[in-house]
């Protein structure tokens, strides 16, 4: 029987709403409610896996079923810059956003690299070997990693890849991984 992960972003949050990175903040209820046809919608999973945060853990419960806290699948570390909003960024700090976007290899202060983040979900899909369907709620950034290693892609296409609230990405592992929509 072969793999079956369905990525699920967490539901909306203010920060999301805001364009800014986050804190370890809750879902926006009315997100949060939205949940339900998710959980309609999706076969019985074996389990979920979850990210550690606030979010992603108030997404999966409403989900319903068994949790696992999978520390690999936690938000990407944006270090000095959480809290902030791109807008303000651009406006402090512009050239140094443009190197972030525009660099997968460079890192905001105190935080981790695009490059890094793809590593260390590629090394998680690469020893993830348990057979059946899965849930794994987690982050818009966690998502894009897990497309870019499935497909093989360069983190240079990483920000080519828009993830939205309670979107579903289902990836497939039978001696290698697959997208499937």
């Known amino acids: 029987m072969p793999t079956r992960l369905s990525f699920i972003s967490h539901a909306r949050t203010e920060a999301q709403r805001l364009?800014?990175?986050?804190l370890?903040?809750?879902p926006e209820p009315k997100s949060l409610e939205k949940t339900a046809l998710i959980a309609s919608a999706l076969k019985k999973p074996v389990r979920i896996l979850c990210a550690p945060e606030a979010r992603t853990l108030q997404t999966a419960q409403a989900l319903g079923g068994e949790i696992e806290i999978i520390p690999e699948l936690e938000d990407y570390?944006?270090?000095d810059w959480k809290g902030h909003s791109l807008a303000d960024l651009q406006q402090n700090?512009?050239?140094t956003l443009a190197d972030w976007i525009n660099h997968p290899d460079q890192a905001p202060p105190g935080g981790e690299s695009v490059q890094a983040l793809c590593a260390r979900v590629a090394a998680w899909l690469d020893t993830f070997r348990e057979e059946g369907h899965f849930a794994v709620v987690t982050h818009p950034f966690v998502i894009r990693a897990a497309i870019l290693h499935a497909l093989k892609a360069s983190t240079a296409s990483f920000n080519l890849i828009d993830i939205e609230p309670l979107a579903v990405v289902d990836l497939r592992f039978n001696d290698r991984w697959r997208?499937?929509?």
């Open 77 to 79: 570390d944006a270090g």
């Open 179 to 181: 997208l499937r929509f």
């Open 24 to 26: 370890d903040e809750p």
């Open 19 to 22: 364009g800014r990175f986050a």
């Open 93 to 95: 700090i512009p050239q």
